[in-house]
């Protein structure tokens, strides 16, 4: 009726030669075909779409995953690490307090090389080597080795 309609206004060439129908059966989807539920066919192809999607928009997700992961591991060591430079800084002041800042110690130091204690430990040892029964004058070779030595 359309082609009838269409030559009775001289537009003959604009109507398409090819018989309505039978060429859309070949095809493969059901979205084309009037007497078929195209119902079917489009969920299983927008589930297929979905899961793609769903794949692109998960490798990123994943990486993000785990650089956030690296980060909070990083950030735990780096908590540790500070706690336990924090624990030794701690130590360190409470043994330079318990010193009166180090001073205790050169004190003792600069008193066990003083003269007098040369003297005393110079006694000391020629008496344990008395007592063993040896010259005295080991025991200041030995004095003088464990100074030295």
């Known amino acids: 009726m359309l082609g009838a309609s269409s030559a009775s206004r001289g537009l003959q060439g ?17 979205m084309d075909k009037p007497g078929v539920n195209p119902q079917p066919f489009n969920n299983a192809r927008l589930a297929a779409q979905d899961q793609q ?29 500070s706690k336990a430079q924090m624990f030794a800084a701690e130590r360190l002041s409470q043994a330079l307090y318990a010193n009166d800042a180090g001073t205790a110690m050169m004190r003792v130091g600069s008193e066990m ?13 020629s008496g344990n080597a008395m007592t063993q029964g040896m010259d005295p004058a080991i025991g200041q070779v030995m004095l003088e080795a464990n100074m030295y030595g």
């Open 14 to 30: 604009m109507v398409s030669p090819t018989p309505p129908g039978p060429q859309m059966m070949n095809s493969s989807g059901g």
């Open 53 to 81: 999607e769903n794949i692109k928009s998960g490798i990123p997700q994943g990486a993000a995953n785990a650089m956030g992961q690296q980060r909070s591991m990083l950030a735990a060591k780096s908590d540790q690490d």
């Open 113 to 125: 090389s003083s003269p007098e204690a040369y003297k005393l430990r110079n006694h000391l040892a």
